[in-house]
């Protein structure tokens, strides 16, 4: 079992810190600039893209559970049929972005905190990263559905070119065209459709055979269409949740201050480098998992749950200690700003802190869109960010400031892991 974990772990592992190396670069590129303003500016351009693309990140998963189901009893048809709903929501979600720009721009910049100094590099940013959103939710849905078939080489390919030719054109067009945020957003366009490009290409010489399984007919792409919505829908709902955490977490650190943005921003990526770690294993859950409840393994089913949940305690306690001993030379790889690095210290401690409390959530996330457990998956989220979140933040600011904000993503987190045991303990009752 746990070689079958790592066969699916280790590619999506790598391919996921790609993810977050690729902020870092950015993060990087924008705090050796002549202002602050970059740091921050890139961060609250970036928060309307998150926004954006984790509110179409249901595709991915619901197809990832949906697809590895269906592989486990070996339905070929439903298989097809999966990849070709998602591509058609995928199609339509891109093109309508392209749409309501302008008015998502105004939108979202009205509803964001931070200076205007920042406002107007970042809507620089925005107007040319939004060309990407097509590519991007596309490659969402080949994602989810390689994952599915149990094939996590696909998306380690597909997504490591992404980011080295985004990284690549990023710093020629920053460094050596000088085109600052607007550079970085370009870089992202051109990686996302490289990307495209790539899995396309993949698909055909792998899984041709499942061309002819299209269908041109409604009455069976619609068949499964409910159940498909349904659990779409689901993990909408919890995905809006998180959003507006990170969302609300962005804008407040804009709202105290351009350095306050700019540290968090920094120290966020602490976060998002061990997310994006541990998400490598609950891909892997998502495969396996769906794979034995598809096939009525519920022996196999136990086991990988066990499995996962040791290895994601094994390196949360592995980054914490990282992070304790490093977390200072980790700011100044971030910035050479000297006000960023001084203040970023005094949170140091909370990053720290993360790994332990949230990888249980992170498992858990794997094993619920393996079992398309998606209304357990909403109703843990909405409660943690209403009642952990919101909440403690709300209540702690008046007294410890920026802390307040740190002290609610570490009670949002725990709370997450912890009301996704209970209720699995209650689905096996069931």
Request: no cysteine.
């Given at each position: 079992m746990n070689r079958q974990i790592i066969r699916l772990a280790l590619p999506n592992i790598l391919t996921n810190l790609t993810v977050p190396l690729l902020g870092m670069v950015d993060m990087y590129l924008m705090g050796h600039q002549d202002s602050v303003h970059y740091m921050g500016a890139v961060a609250l351009g970036a928060v309307i893209f998150n926004f954006v693309y984790w509110g179409f990140a249901f595709l991915r998963m619901s197809i990832s559970g949906l697809a590895a189901q269906s592989y486990g009893s070996n339905n070929k048809s439903e298989m097809a049929l999966v990849l070709q709903r998602g591509l058609l929501l995928a199609a339509v979600g891109g093109g309508l972005l392209l749409l309501i720009q302008i008015p998502l721009a105004d939108f979202s910049f009205w509803l964001l905190e931070g200076s205007s100094d920042v406002k107007v590099i970042a809507r620089e940013y925005y107007f040319v990263r939004i060309w990407a959103a097509p590519a991007a939710i596309l490659l969402m849905v080949f994602y989810g559905w390689f994952l599915g078939m149990q094939n996590a080489i696909y998306p380690m390919i597909?997504?490591?070119?992404?980011?080295?030719?985004?990284?690549?054109?990023?710093?020629?067009?920053?460094?050596?065209?000088?085109?600052?945020?607007?550079?970085?957003?370009?870089?992202?366009?051109?990686?996302?459709?490289?990307?495209?490009?790539?899995?396309?290409?993949?698909?055909?010489?792998?899984?041709?055979?499942?061309?002819?399984?299209?269908?041109?007919?409604i009455q069976p792409l619609m068949a499964q269409m409910n159940r498909f919505l349904n659990v779409s829908g689901d993990i909408f709902i919890r995905t809006m949740s998180i959003i507006a955490v990170f969302t609300f977490f962005t804008s407040k650190s804009a709202g105290i201050g351009d350095v306050t943005l700019a540290v968090n921003s920094a120290l966020l990526q602490y976060l998002f480098l061990f997310s994006y770690f541990l998400d490598g294993f609950a891909y892997s859950g998502e495969a396996l998992v769906g794979r034995f409840f598809g096939g009525d393994n519920w022996k196999g089913l136990a086991m990988v749950v066990r499995r996962l949940m040791l290895w994601g305690l094994s390196f949360a306690l592995l980054f914490t200690l990282v992070y304790a001993l490093m977390g200072s030379r980790l700011l100044k790889v971030f910035t050479d700003q000297p006000e960023v690095v001084e203040k970023g210290?005094?949170?140091?401690?909370?990053?720290?802190?993360?790994?332990?409390?949230?990888?249980?959530?992170?498992?858990?996330?794997?094993?619920?869109?393996?079992?398309?457990?998606?209304?357990?998956?909403?109703?843990?989220?909405?409660?943690?960010?209403?009642?952990?979140?919101?909440?403690?933040?709300?209540?702690?600011?008046?007294?410890?400031?920026?802390?307040?904000?740190?002290?609610?993503m570490l009670l949002f987190m725990a709370a997450r892991g912890l009301s996704l045991t209970i209720l699995y303990a209650r689905i096996n009752k069931v």
């Open positions: 597909i997504a490591i070119t992404v980011n080295v030719v985004n990284v690549i054109f990023s710093f020629i067009l920053v460094d050596y065209i000088g085109m600052q945020a607007r550079g970085v957003a370009l870089g992202s366009v051109i990686g996302q459709y490289t990307g495209l490009f790539l899995a396309v290409i993949l698909f055909f010489n792998r899984y041709r055979g499942m061309v002819p399984l299209f269908t041109s007919h210290r005094e949170y140091l401690i909370w990053v720290t802190l993360i790994p332990l409390v949230s990888f249980a959530s992170y498992i858990w996330d794997g094993v619920f869109i393996g079992i398309t457990a998606s209304k357990a998956m909403r109703n843990s989220v909405v409660i943690a960010a209403l009642f952990f979140f919101f909440f403690p933040y709300y209540g702690l600011y008046p007294y410890v400031g920026n802390h307040a904000i740190w002290i609610g």
